[in-house]
């Protein structure tokens, strides 16, 4: 009964190939969320989804597409990977982004590695 | 721009002692304050929040924060830790942005409590 569930949890991948990291969310919740997790341990909002519908998108490459095919999932696909795209990548789910006080549940975190 | 600190990358103390975790932020209008924990092994998790009323929060596991309004901060305080406080602190901003509501989180401080 995990709430919100990422796979894979490490994926080590050349440079130059696509990879794709799913999320899944259990809690009914509305608004879902990427985050990157560099290795000075910053979080950094890269992408949030509500209702399936993109709010927002920080300056974040066009390599990086999320996709959402319903309010349960939110993946992110990463084409032509770098070396700078090692990090962890953390999905999050909230109940709504309407007033900006709702928690936020994290997944266990994607360990990316690009060698 | 939103931009959060936590000035205390590190921390080590002995069981018993108390502890302050501080954080300010900078952002010119109204925030949603936040702090997670990210205890070995597990998810990022919701410590407590403050979006309202009374500026001193109380949260899980003997935890609490104040709101500080002239100070820009929202330091976190237990009166005496406990070894299973070892982990990983996050103060966390979420405030409204052109797009939608956006959390912006510190680099979090590792605290380690020695038994």
């Known amino acids: 009964d995990t709430a919100v569930s990422q796979t894979p949890k490490y994926l080590v991948t050349q440079m130059g190939n696509d990879k794709s990291i799913k999320c899944e969310q259990n809690?009914?919740?509305?608004?879902m969320y990427w985050y990157k997790q560099d290795s000075k341990k910053f979080l950094k909002i890269m992408f949030s989804?509500?209702?399936?519908?993109?709010?927002i998108n920080e300056t974040v490459p066009n390599r990086f597409s999320p996709k959402s095919p319903d309010k349960a999932h939110l993946n992110l696909h990463i084409n032509s990977l770098e070396l700078g795209d090692s990090a962890v990548y953390f999905c999050?789910?909230?109940?709504?982004?309407?007033?900006?006080?709702?928690?936020?549940?994290f997944g266990p975190g994607t360990r990316l590695t690009v060698l | 721009a939103q931009s959060v600190s936590q000035h205390n990358h590190h921390v080590i103390l002995s069981e018993a002692a108390s502890l302050e975790l501080g954080c300010n932020y900078s952002?010119?209008?109204?925030?949603?304050l936040f702090w997670y924990v990210q205890y070995p092994g597990q998810h990022l998790q919701l410590l407590l929040k403050?979006?309202?009323?009374?500026?001193l929060v109380k949260g899980i596991k003997g935890f609490e924060a104040e709101f500080i309004k002239s100070k820009f901060s929202f330091n976190l305080r237990k009166p005496s830790v406990q070894w299973s406080d070892t982990a990983e602190y996050f103060c966390?901003?979420?405030?409204?942005?052109?797009?939608?509501?956006?959390?912006?989180f510190g680099a979090g401080t590792r605290l380690f409590v020695k038994a």
């Open positions: 809690l009914g919740h509305d608004t």
């Open positions: 989804y509500n209702n399936k519908e993109l709010i």
């Open positions: 999050a789910s909230s109940q709504a982004e309407t007033s900006g006080t709702d928690t936020q549940y």
């Open positions: 952002y010119g209008g109204t925030v949603n």
């Open positions: 403050y979006f309202s009323g009374d500026p």
């Open positions: 966390a901003v979420n405030a409204l942005n052109t797009g939608g509501f956006k959390t912006i």
